[in-house]
Nanobody
Framework: QVQLVESGGGLVQTGGSLRLSCAASGRTFSNYGMGWFRQAPGKEREFVAAITWNDQRTYYADSVKGRFTISRDNAKKTVSLQLNSLKPEDTAVYYC????????????????WGQGTQVTVSS
């Protein structure tokens, strides 16, 4: 079992920044690829970013590339998502997720999920 708890969401103006964090507990964090997904009202959950478990390669959705940065600290068992140059269309609940020794753009491939944190970007 892996427990994930997100934090750092909030209300920000267009062009602003936020830093989301996800704290993990339970099994060996370093064995898990980590992903961030988001879901806006009335829309499907979508991939945002992922970082591999072994060599920390990063992957991003085209919509956030160049604005968001994913990182992880295996010693602290945390994964973070830095959100810069925020736009109203970034408004959503953001979820972190863990996948054992893999990563994916598909939310169905992840084994564990946090409860989500709300990000609201005002225009």
């Amino acid at each position: 079992q892996v427990q994930l708890v997100e934090s750092g969401g909030g209300l920000v103006q267009t062009g602003g920044s936020l830093r989301l964090s996800c704290a993990a507990s339970g099994r060996t964090f370093s064995n898990y690829g980590m992903g961030w997904f988001r879901q806006a009202p009335g829309k499907e959950r979508e991939f945002v970013a992922a970082i591999t478990w072994n060599d920390q390669r990063t992957y991003y959705a085209d919509s956030v590339k160049g604005r968001f940065t994913i990182s992880r600290d295996n010693a602290k068992k945390t994964v973070s998502l830095q959100l810069n140059s925020l736009k109203p269309e970034d408004t959503a609940v953001y979820y972190c997720a863990a996948a054992f020794r893999t990563y994916s753009y598909s939310w169905g491939e992840y084994d564990y999920w946090g409860q989500g944190t709300q990000v609201t970007v005002s225009s």
